[in-house]
């Protein structure tokens, strides 16, 4: 069983920053890559970005290109979002996930699931 844990959610304001880690139990060949999806309440859960373990492929949702970076510590078996000129509509809980395929976008192509950190950002 593969475990996953998400942190670094909190309260900032429209403009500002936050860091989601995500931290993994163990590494398998099924984990080829990781994603991060979020949810506001009543929407669907939709596809943030994700990465690659080994060769650090990025993709991301246009929503958040060039304002959000995917990284992965390898060492330390966690990826981060790294979320700077945060908006009101980025306001959800954010999940990371794993995956065998790149660059999935939809949860059903996800295997392992954290367990949710919320954002909110106050305009």
């Known amino acids: 069983q593969v475990q996953l844990v998400e942190s670094g959610g909190g309260l900032v304001q429209a403009g500002g920053s936050l860091r989601l880690s995500c931290a993994v139990s163990?590494?398998?060949?099924?984990?080829?890559?990781m994603g991060w999806f979020r949810q506001a309440p009543g929407k669907e859960r939709e596809f943030v970005s994700t990465i690659t373990w080994s060769s650090g492929h990025t993709y991301y949702a246009d929503s958040v290109k060039g304002r959000f970076t995917i990284i992965r510590d390898n060492a330390k078996n966690t990826v981060y979002l790294q979320m700077n000129n945060l908006k009101s509509e980025d306001t959800a809980v954010y999940y990371c996930?794993?995956?065998?395929?790149?660059?999935?976008?939809?949860?059903?192509?996800?295997?392992?699931w954290g367990q949710g950190t919320q954002v909110t950002v106050s305009s």
């Open positions: 163990r590494r398998t060949f099924t984990l080829y890559a």
């Open positions: 996930a794993t995956t065998t395929a790149f660059p999935a976008t939809r949860p059903a192509q996800y295997a392992y």
